[in-house]
């Protein structure tokens, strides 16, 4: 079977993504030295440690149920805290047959294009794996990141998230560069939410003006599961391009993906995410919150299928032009194949209105901070469902996030 997938994969080696900026990936080097194992968060190089916070990992794994570090293609810290939790290296899992068989590219076409092939071929089988038992309720979240330090690296990891049957899982991913690295991340990622299972995905990416971005992902829901994702992109990049899909496949399934994108510098941004309502009574919700400055120019995408009974769903995209020379586009999507389902879209793209900005200011606040305020309360995104610790996390991520304007 793994020699299948290889072969899939070599022959999609020079397959363009369907959406954004072509990278070519003979410009970068998957050959990078491997890292050793380190017993403690506090044994990562001193400027990896300053750039961890920033995108949520915490270096004393204080309110953490586990943790998994990455260093371009080597895990380099794994560790589950809680009982029942799995947390391993991908090429660990895959010595496991029943592993392949039920997961291993199961959610994501390992031919859907260059990337997904590159992550197959190139990129060491290695990224994270973190498994809920069943009935497993994991209360703090699980920590990953994703760190990128040798110049024009590839770095390609393959993640694997499985909630069994009634667990519940909160996941806080972050990815990171050293400053002025110029590489390539083409991360996979794949869920599996079970029966009456609750995953919850925040991930959080802060990358330096010379990086191209390309996750993949594909999620599986199944009866009466719950997937929500929060994605957050934190300013430059050179290029990110992104559009996950969620199948909802049981009765009841629900999914919700908020995505909050900062653009600053000559980013080429193109974000979505695709929902298919696949089984009766399923609902999804899409929405974006998207900020461009200077000559950013950024594409924001929602696609919500119904193809089942009593089907609910909502795109919605809001965006914020802070720059005569950014853009935003909003490409909402609705696609129906049964007469019983509720679709619906909405966006909205506009400046700063000048007189909410006057407002603040008569109330002693200058400019710069009416407008910091307006910026901070347009990211902020309401999620339901959140644990005290995770919605605390949102909206630190949030404030760090405007402050980079």
């Excluded at 509720?342 to 506009?350: D, N, R, V, W």
């Amino acid at each position: 079977m793994l020699r299948e997938i290889a072969l899939k994969a070599k022959a999609a080696l020079s397959k363009p993504a369907k959406y954004g900026v072509d990278v070519d990936l003979t410009a970068y080097n998957f050959k990078i030295p491997p890292r050793q194992l380190i017993g403690s968060l506090n044994e990562l190089p001193d400027d990896v440690k300053r750039s961890a916070p920033s995108v949520g990992l915490d270096i004393t794994e204080a309110g953490r149920s586990g943790s998994y570090f990455q260093i371009d293609a080597s895990p380099v810290y794994v560790k589950s805290r809680v009982q029942g939790l799995t947390v391993m290296p991908l090429s660990e899992a895959i010595n496991d047959r029943s592993f392949i068989d039920n997961y291993y590219w199961k959610a994501v076409d390992v031919d859907l294009d260059k990337f997904t092939a590159a992550a197959e071929l190139y990129g060491g089988k290695e990224g994270y794996v973190i498994i809920a038992g069943r009935n497993v309720v994991v209360e703090n979240p699980v920590q990953a990141c994703l760190y990128m330090s040798e110049p024009r690296a590839l770095q390609a990891p393959h993640n694997i998230i499985v909630a069994e049957e009634g667990s519940t899982l909160y996941v806080v991913t972050g990815c990171a560069t050293r400053p002025r690295i110029a590489g390539l991340h083409a991360g996979v990622s794949e869920f599996y939410v079970k029966r009456n299972a609750t995953v919850v995905f925040i991930m959080i990416h802060n990358w330096s003006r010379h990086t191209h971005v390309r996750p993949r992902t594909g999620v599986v829901v199944e009866d009466g599961g719950t997937f929500i994702s929060y994605y957050v992109n934190m300013g430059f990049t050179k290029s990110l391009q992104t559009f996950p899909n969620v199948y909802l496949r049981g009765a009841g399934a629900k999914a919700v993906l908020h995505t909050v994108i900062l653009g600053l510098g000559s980013s080429k941004i193109d974000v979505g995410g695709f929902i298919a309502l696949e089984a009766e009574g399923t609902s999804g919700e899409i929405s974006s919150r998207v900020v461009a400055k200077d000559e950013v120019e950024v594409v924001a995408r929602g696609k919500i299928g119904g193809y089942a009974r009593g089907g609910r769903g909502h795109v919605e995209c809001s965006g914020l032009l802070l720059s005569k020379h950014s853009s935003i586009r909003a490409i909402p999507e609705l696609e129906a194949k049964v007469k019983d389902v509720q679709l619906t879209h909405e966006a909205a793209i506009g400046k700063l209105a000048e007189e909410e900005i006057f407002y603040i200011q008569a109330r002693g606040f200058t400019r710069e901070e009416a407008v910091s305020m307006l910026i901070r309360g347009f990211l902020k995104v309401r999620m339901e469902g959140l644990p005290p610790i995770l919605e605390k996390y949102v909206n630190y991520v949030t404030e760090l996030t405007a402050s980079k304007l």
